[in-house]
C-alpha cells in the first residue's frame, strides 16, 4: 500500500517556471533511488532526473542547466524545479522510487500516476 502522488503541474509560458513535487506515503520502511520521468503522446517514456538517498544526482541532457532534482527525506518527498521551460518539455511527469515495505525486505519500484505539464509557445 505505497502511494506516490505528484503535484505541481499545469499550464506555463515559454520560459516559465514549475514546480513539481511527490511525495511518498503509506505502508514503507525505507526510500532509496527516486526519480522523475516524462512522457509525451506518441513517444517512450524517459528519465528525466534522479536522486540517490545520499543527494546525488543525474539529469537527462536536454534538461541540464534548467531543472533541479532534490529531495527532503524528512517528508518522504522529491521535488522537481524546472526553470526556463520550453514547450519540447511538455509531457506527462511521472515520479517513481525504489522503496523497501518492511525491515531487510527488497527494494521495489513504485510509480505515482503522473502530473501534466504544458508549456505554450
Known amino acids: 500500500q505505497v502511494q506516490l502522488v505528484e503535484s505541481g503541474g499545469g499550464l506555463v509560458q515559454t520560459g516559465g517556471s514549475l514546480r513539481l513535487s511527490c511525495a511518498v506515503s503509506?505502508?514503507?520502511?525505507?526510500?532509496?533511488?527516486m526519480g522523475w520521468y516524462r512522457q509525451a503522446p506518441g513517444k517512450q517514456r524517459e528519465l528525466v532526473a534522479r536522486?540517490?538517498?545520499?543527494?546525488?544526482?543525474n539529469y537527462e541532457d536536454s534538461v541540464k542547466g534548467r531543472f533541479t532534482i532534490s529531495r527532503d527525506n524528512a517528508k518522504n518527498t522529491v521535488y522537481l524545479q524546472m526553470n526556463s521551460l520550453k514547450p519540447e518539455d511538455t509531457a506527462v511527469y511521472y515520479c517513481?522510487?525504489?522503496?523497501?515495505?518492511?525491515?531487510?525486505?527488497?527494494?521495489?519500484?513504485?510509480w505515482g500516476q503522473g502530473t501534466q505539464v504544458t508549456v505554450s509557445s
Open positions: 517513481n522510487g525504489d522503496i523497501s515495505s518492511y525491515r531487510w525486505g527488497p527494494y521495489l519500484t513504485y
Open positions: 536522486t540517490t538517498s545520499e543527494g546525488s544526482t
Open positions: 503509506g505502508s514503507f520502511f525505507s526510500i532509496n533511488t
